[in-house]
C-alpha cells in the first residue's frame, strides 16, 4: 500500500471542496476522511507484527544536497496512532456535516490540512520531514482558533497568541536540534536526515545532552506537561468542539509519539541521564491536572487538564525504562485510548452546552440522566473508562505503566498511584453535576439525536471493542517499543 495516498488524500479533496458549492463542500470533506479511515483500517489488517522494522515503506530521494529523504513507513509504534488519527478527523467531519460551520469551505481545508500534517508527523521516517509535519501542524489550528474560537474577541485573540507563541518557540528550538543532529552526525562526511541513518551516528554524551533539551522541549509544549501549559486554558476555552476534540485526542501524542521514534533511539545516554527530571515533570503534571480538574467548573478545562493528567502517565510509561518495555507499551496503548476517550467526551460536552443555552459551565447542566438515558449511559461509558474502570483499556495501559515503573522507580509509582484516585474523583464529580444534579432553570432536557449518535456510538463502540481485545495493539507495538527501549538500557 502507498502511504503518499493515505497521507494527501484528505488535502487533495480539500482542494477540491474549496472550488465548488458550500453544500458539496461538507460532504467531500467526509469522503476525505473516510477513506483515510478505510485505509487505515486495511493497514492494521494486513500489518505482520512478527516481522521486525517498518513495512509498507515510501522512500525517495526529496533534498539531495541537503541529505532529506521523502521516507514514510509503519512500524508498531505510530500503527493504531494512525488508526486513531483518521477516525477522530471522520467523526469531526460527520459533525461539521450534521451541525454546519460558518465558512464550511474554508474550516473544511483547514481540518483537512491538519489531518496531513498530524499523518505526516506520525509516518515520516526521515527528521527533518518529521519537523516539517510537526511545525505544519500549528498553522491550521491557528486559523481554527483565531477565527472560528468562540468568547470574546479580546479571549480569542489572547488564546491564539499564547498558542502560537509557546509552540512556535518550541519548534523552533527543535528545528535548531534538528540540524545540529544531522551535522554532528555527517562529522564531515554524508549529510543524512534519515531516521535509520541517525541511528547510527555516535554522539557525545554532552552533544546528546543538549539536543536532548531542544526536542524535550518541544514535545513538553506541545502535550503540554506541567509547568509548560500555560497556553493550555486559553486555547481549550475558546476552539470550536470539533477541532478540540481532534487537537486533545492526537496533537499531543505526536509529542509523546516523538520521545519514542526520535529521543530515545538517537539520544539514548541523555535520555538516561534525564530520566529523573522527565518523571518527576511527569508527577507533577499527574497531581497538578488532576488537582486543576476536579476544581474547575468548566466542562471544557476539566477536560483540558485531566489530559494533562493522563499525558503524565503516558510520559512515566516511556521514561520508566523498564528491560520489558512494558512501560513502553503501556504507554503506547494509554495514546490510543486517551484519545478514543476524550473525543466523544468533548462531542458530549458539546450537547451538554446546547442544552445549558451555550454555556460550558458544569453549574448550568443537570438533570439529562433520567430525560436523556441514551446519552447519559454514552458518557457514562467514556467516564468510567477515562478514570481507568478495571475491564477497561484505559486500565490496562495504566497497570502496564505503573508496572513498568514499579520494576525501576518504586518511590514515583506509589506517588503516581494518587493520580488514578484523583481521576474517579474528578470523573465521577463531572458526570454527577451533569447528569444528576437538579435541573437549572432556562435549561433543555432532550436525548442526542441520530445525527449526533452517528458520530458519538462509533467512537463509544470503539472504546469497547479496545476494551475486550487490547492485545491486538500491544501484540502490534511489542517490537518496536522493545527496539526503542534497549537503546536506553542495554
Known sequence: MNLSILLFWPLALAFLSATIGRRIAAWLAVVGALIPLGFAVGLIIGFDNGRDGLQFVTDDAWIKPLGIRYKLGLDGLNLWLIGLTTLLFAAASIW????PVARPRLFAFHLALAETAVLGAFLAQDLALFVLFFDLMLVPFYFLVGQWG????EQVLAATYKLIIYTLVGSLLMLAGAVATAVLSADGGTLSFALSDLAKADLGESTQRWIFVTFALAFLIKMPLFPFHAWMPDTYSTMPLPALAIFSGVLSKVAAYGFLRIVLPLFPAAAQDYQTLILVLALCSIVYGSAQAFTQTNARLVLGYSSVAQLGFIVLGIFAFDPEGRGGQGAVLQMVNHGLVVAPLFFIVALL?????????IRDMGGLAFRAPVLASLFLIAALATLAMPGSA??????LILLGLFQTKLAMAVIAFTGVAMASVYMLRFYIRTMHNRRPEG?????????????????VLCILAFALYPQGALKDSEPAVKAAIQEVVR
Open 353 to 361: 452546552a446546547e442544552r445549558a443555552g451555550g454555556s460550558d459551565d
Open 96 to 99: 461539521m456535516l450534521l451541525r
Open 394 to 399: 484505559n486500565f490496562a495501559g495504566e497497570f
Open 150 to 153: 468562540t468568547g470574546s474577541r
Open 443 to 459: 435549561t433543555a432536557s432532550r436525548e442526542l439525536t441520530l445525527g449526533d449518535a452517528a458520530v458519538i456510538v462509533p467512537l
